[in-house]
C-alpha cells in the first residue's frame, strides 16, 4: 500500500552525451560572481554548470565555513549568494547573515527541498527573499539570478 513519488532533474544531453545541460533559453546572460553554497555535490555540479554556462563567475563551497571563507577572500568581486538552507554547521539563512555582516547589500537567493515555512519559520517570504523549491528546472535558477542582481543594481 505504499506508493513512492521520483523527483529527477529534468536535464537536456546532446547527442554525444557529454554536457549535463546544453542550451538553455536565452533567459539573460550576466558576469557577476556567484557564491554557491550547497552540501550535495552533483546539486552543486549542476548549479555550476547551469551559472557558467550562462557566463557567471561561479565560486562553490560545500560548507558554511568554507563559503565564509571564500566570501572573505572574494569580497571585492561577489554579487550573490546562492545556498542551500538546511547544511551542517549552520542554516543558509544564518550563513547570508554572517556574510552580510560584512557585505550587508549582498543578495541571496536560498534554496531547499523543505518547504520555506519548515526552514525560515521567523520569517515571512516576501519580494525581499528569493526562493527556489528543490528540485526547480534550471531556466528558474537563471531567472531568478537575473532578477535578484538587477533588482540590486537599481538600489
Do not use: W
Not at 49 to 63: E, F, H, I, P
Not at 83 to 102: F, N
Not at 141 to 151: G, I, P, S, T
Amino acid at each position: 500500500g505504499s506508493r513512492f513519488t521520483a523527483y529527477l532533474p529534468r536535464c537536456a544531453k546532446d547527442p554525444s552525451g557529454m554536457h549535463l545541460v546544453s542550451d538553455l533559453v536565452d533567459d539573460g546572460r550576466g558576469e557577476e560572481t556567484i557564491l554557491v553554497v550547497v552540501d550535495d555535490d552533483l546539486v552543486a555540479d549542476l548549479i555550476e554548470d547551469v551559472l557558467q554556462r550562462k557566463g557567471y563567475n561561479v565560486l562553490v563551497a560545500s560548507t558554511p565555513s568554507e563559503a565564509l571563507q571564500k566570501a572573505q577572500e572574494h569580497a571585492a568581486d561577489l554579487r550573490l549568494l546562492v545556498t542551500d538552507l538546511v547544511m551542517p554547521e549552520m542554516t543558509g539563512y544564518e550563513l547570508a547573515q554572517r556574510i552580510g555582516q560584512d557585505l550587508p547589500d549582498l543578495p541571496v537567493i536560498y534554496i531547499s527541498g523543505y518547504a520555506p515555512d519548515r526552514v525560515i519559520p521567523d520569517r515571512r517570504l516576501d519580494e525581499e527573499l528569493t526562493f527556489l523549491q528543490k528540485p526547480f528546472p534550471p531556466r528558474d535558477l537563471v531567472q531568478a539570478a537575473r532578477r535578484v542582481l538587477d533588482r540590486r543594481a537599481k538600489d
